[in-house]
T-cell receptor, first 115, second 111 residues
Framework: DAGVIQSPRHEVTEMGQEVTLRCKPI?????LFWYRQTMMRGLELLIY????????DSGMPEDRFSAKMPNASFSTLKIQPSEPRDSAVYFC?????????????FGPGTRLTVT | EDKVVQSPLSLVVHEGDTVTLNCSYE??????LLWYKQEKKAPTFLFML????IEKKSGRLSSILDKKELFSILNITATQTGDSAIYLC???????????FGQGTRLTINP
């Protein structure tokens, strides 16, 4: 079975450019999570969706970040304009949305470098 | 603000040693505590703990939760170089389905 798929795996861009990260959750999983991981702050939840609806975006750093989930099999995280401090590894994770389900399955991550 | 703190942040030991990793938390609505292992890529699930005092075990790894003192430990006995990784502790918030992660402990096992 395919796990969570993220693209691109690596992205290098210049400050001010728009960056779009993509995620395909595991088929049948109705909850999707975007995380950011840095050495300084560890793994932080940015936003999560249940059944394509954003539930909690309190972790989104500022208006430059936006996330969408147009359907059950695809989500994007966009940064516009990007800044060097956005450099991090961005993970997408998915899980079955039932309250009794706890395990999130992580994708391989996108390593973003903003110069 | 919900908070999860791990210690130490970094640990270097020799193969065969036993290590104990710590995780303490302060959250408003605790549901469960989870441990993950992160090697070069994505975190992978190790344990979930919901009840105090019940040890979860998988091979050389074991973990226990103390809900009164608000902490958990992860023990690894007879460590091997393949245990080198970042170990992440996370708390699942009741009703919210979201995980709050600690900073992680970077464990290095030298041969």
């Amino acid at each position: 079975d395919a796990g969570v798929i993220q693209s691109p795996r690596h992205e290098v861009t210049e400050m001010g450019q728009e960056v779009t990260l993509r995620c395909k959750p595991i088929s049948g999983h109705n909850s999707l999570f975007w995380y950011r991981q840095t050495m300084m702050r560890g793994l932080e939840l940015l936003i999560y969706f249940n059944n394509n609806v954003p539930i909690d975006d309190s972790g989104m750093p500022e208006d430059r970040f936006s996330a969408k989930m147009p359907n059950a099999s695809f989500s994007t995280l966009k940064i516009q304009p990007s800044e060097p401090r956005d450099s991090a590894v961005y993970f997408c994770a998915s899980k079955v949305s039932a309250q009794s389900s706890y395990e999130q399955y992580f994708g391989p991550g996108t390593r973003l470098t903003v110069t | 603000e919900d908070k999860v703190v791990q210690s130490p942040l970094s640990l270097v030991v020799h193969e065969g040693d036993t290590v104990t990793l710590n995780c303490s938390y302060e959250v408003t609505n605790f549901r469960s505590l989870l441990w993950y292992k992160q090697e070069k890529k994505a975190p992978t699930f190790l344990f979930m703990l919901t009840s105090s005092g019940i040890e979860k075990k998988s091979g050389r790894l074991s973990s226990i939760l103390d809900k009164k003192e608000l902490f958990s430990i992860l023990n690894i006995t007879a460590t091997q170089t393949g245990d080198s990784a970042i170990y992440l502790c996370a708390v699942l918030i009741q009703g919210a389905q979201k995980l709050v992660f600690g900073q992680g402990t970077r464990l290095t096992i030298n041969p």
